[in-house]
């Protein structure tokens, strides 16, 4: 065995290791790593919206012990509750050992994914084809959202006030639905645009029918056919749309991506992979020292406002009924708390290396990201973690041999984004952002690294021990 020379010992002992991961952990980490995501390939495909993550969240606590929050309940160390807000949004508990006046320990995910939404009068008829306008949520490219396949998921409640739920286009038997494009020998105006206005927010009409109503005493007969259609299936008028959340997503499913198959192509990694890590490691905590409280939000990609986004005050209730039920302060809970922010970052991409300054951005593979601050140009919109909470994190991972690296989002003034951590440290609590680097962020199909989607695992479980 050759011994190492004295700069090769010091620089061992001084310098950070940069390499791979795969090349720091062994085979059976590689294996438990592809064994974890294959539940998470899953949990993506049935779950594409807020309100089905959050439905199937609510089923898979149930399913393992947990009970609806009630206040003023005297609980016992080791109980499990939850709490579902709206459908939309959901808050997991644990109880721990030390007292809740000793403060909780939060993870906090985003389950809402960027989308087309159908507008409140959607449907309409134009040159014999049928089409659905479109609002666009949370931040996008345009024109990645032509010529894919797009199912529509969502609710409409009837006047009676009825619930009827919408899923089309994820079955092998279903239709599908799509934004149409120019073709490129008709293209020569719309190429002299930019490239944000390649296509425009009113451009994104989802086409949904072509065949008519045969009745020549009528016109709109396409739009007609379509809306018998939908009466025929839900029981809808056109009236009901008034009434309807309904959303468009990309109809692809999860899959392996890579010769070597070491990453996952999907819709909604932002911010399902840090959702689904943190729950898996909410329900793993079984009698954890601090409560756990693992919050999946809504409303994140719009700003996090609105009674199901972290900006509101479900959170700050929450804790304030789970302390009554101790005796203790909310305000003094919170005031003790420690929170990981647990959303997604920027992986550096070769195609495209000059929007990131190679030393302070992630890299697929090498662990779970810890973010110190988000935010844009003078680091405006984030909350800029302590020195002392980032040491903190840095010995818990370490001492679990949890992979982990640091990044920011893009260089100095190149751009930037927000995460939920600004809302919770406004309640004074500790707060870092951690969670998983993705490639093409916000696009319809993003990629992660398999190892790195296990790394987040093991740091969320570190973090409620």
Not at 1 to 7: I, P
Not at 28 to 40: G, H, K, R, S, V
Not at 45 to 66: F, I, P, S
């Amino acid at each position: 065995m050759n011994e190492l020379s004295q700069g090769q010992e010091l620089a061992k002992q001084l310098l950070m290791d940069d390499r791979n991961g795969v090349e720091k952990v062994g085979a059976e980490e590689i294996y438990q790593a592809d064994l974890f995501c294959e539940n998470y390939k899953q949990f993506l495909d049935c779950g594409k919206t807020e309100r089905e993550v959050a439905a199937q969240v609510t089923a898979m606590l149930q399913q393992n012990g947990y009970r609806p929050f009630v206040p003023q309940t005297a609980y016992q160390p080791g109980d499990k509750v939850f709490l579902n807000n709206r459908g939309k949004a959901i808050i997991a508990c644990t109880i721990g050992r030390q007292p809740v006046s000793a403060g909780v320990h939060i993870a906090a995910a985003h389950i809402d994914s960027p989308r087309l939404d159908l507008k409140q009068r959607p449907l309409y008829e134009e040159k014999d084809l049928a089409l659905f306008k479109t609002h666009y949520y949370g931040g996008i490219k345009k024109y990645q959202w032509t010529a894919i396949p797009l199912a529509l998921h969502g609710v409409i409640v009837k006047q009676s006030g009825e619930v009827v739920p919408v899923c089309v286009g994820e079955s092998a038997d279903d239709p599908v639905f799509c934004v149409t494009d120019l073709l490129p020998h008709l293209a020569a105006e719309q190429m002299k645009r930019t490239l944000g206005d390649g296509v425009k927010g009113e451009e994104l009409n989802i086409l949904i029918g072509s065949r008519p109503f045969l009745d020549d005493k009528v016109s709109e007969k396409v739009k007609l056919n379509i809306m018998q259609i939908l009466a025929q299936k839900y029981g809808i008028t056109e009236r009901d749309f008034l009434s309807a959340e309904l959303e468009m997503v990309p109809a692809f499913k999860a899959q392996d991506v890579g010769f070597d198959r070491s990453m996952i192509g999907a819709y909604g990694h932002d911010d399902r992979v840090c959702a689904y890590t943190a729950l898996m490691a909410e329900m793993a905590a079984q009698s954890p020292e601090y409560t756990t409280v693992t919050i999946l939000a809504d409303k994140e990609e719009t700003g996090s406002d609105g009674n199901t986004g972290l900006n509101s005050s479900y959170l700050k209730y929450f804790v304030a009924d789970l302390a009554a039920c101790f005796g203790a302060n909310g305000r003094d809970v919170l005031s003790h708390s420690r929170c990981l922010s647990a959303d997604v970052n920027a992986a550096y991409d070769p195609t495209f290396p000059d929007v990131t300054e190679p030393m302070n951005t992630a890299y697929l593979n090498r662990g779970v990201v810890v973010t110190k601050f988000t935010g844009s140009r003078g680091k405006g919109g984030t909350s800029d973690a302590s020195a002392e909470y980032v040491g903190y994190v840095r010995r818990l991972l370490e001492q679990e041999n949890v992979l982990w690296q640091t990044g920011e989002l893009g260089k100095v003034d190149a751009g930037g984004g927000g995460t939920v951590a600004l809302y919770i440290a406004n309640l004074n609590v500790d707060v870092i952002d951690v969670g998983v680097p993705v490639l093409s962020m916000h696009a319809p199909f993003e990629v992660v690294s398999k190892l790195d989607v296990y790394m987040a695992y093991r740091a969320f479980r570190a973090f409620y021990k």
